[in-house]
Nanobody
Framework: QVQLVESGGGLVQAGGSLRLSCAASGTMIGINDMGWYRQAPGNQRELVATITGGGVTNYADSVKGRFTISRDNVKKSVYLEMNSLEPEDTAVYYC??????????????WGQGTQVTVSS
């Protein structure tokens, strides 16, 4: 059973920084794309950033220049460095990963979410 576990959320003042981490565990053959999404109260879940297995990144316009996604393939982990945080960044942040397993083939797994709150 593959699991994704996020950490690093919390409360920060506007202009501050946070670093989110997400580690995959379980029996797997490989991991392809990984990413971060977020969902604010009353809103749909939206893409924040993605990174391919080869390291190609993609960002939502709202976070370009402020957030940086990275990954460590040995540690099966993805990270989100968030700088110049704004109250509008307040949301539950979820990581995901496209994982290949013998049992399920390719499947997109999600973490349980971590709360990020930015105070003004």
């Amino acid at each position: 059973q593959v699991q994704l576990v996020e950490s690093g959320g919390g409360l920060v003042q506007a202009g501050g920084s946070l670093r989110l981490s997400c580690a995959a565990s379980g029996t797997m053959i490989g991991i392809n794309d990984m990413g971060w999404y977020r969902q604010a109260p009353g809103n749909q879940r939206e893409l924040v950033a993605t990174i391919t297995g080869g390291g190609v990144t993609n960002y939502a316009d709202s976070v370009k220049g402020r957030f940086t996604i990275s990954r460590d393939n040995v540690k099966k982990s993805v990270y989100l460095e968030m700088n110049s945080l704004e109250p509008e960044d307040t949301a539950v942040y979820y990581c995901n990963a496209d994982v290949l397993t013998y049992r399920a083939g390719w499947y997109r797994y999600w973490g349980q979410g971590t709360q990020v709150t930015v105070s003004s």
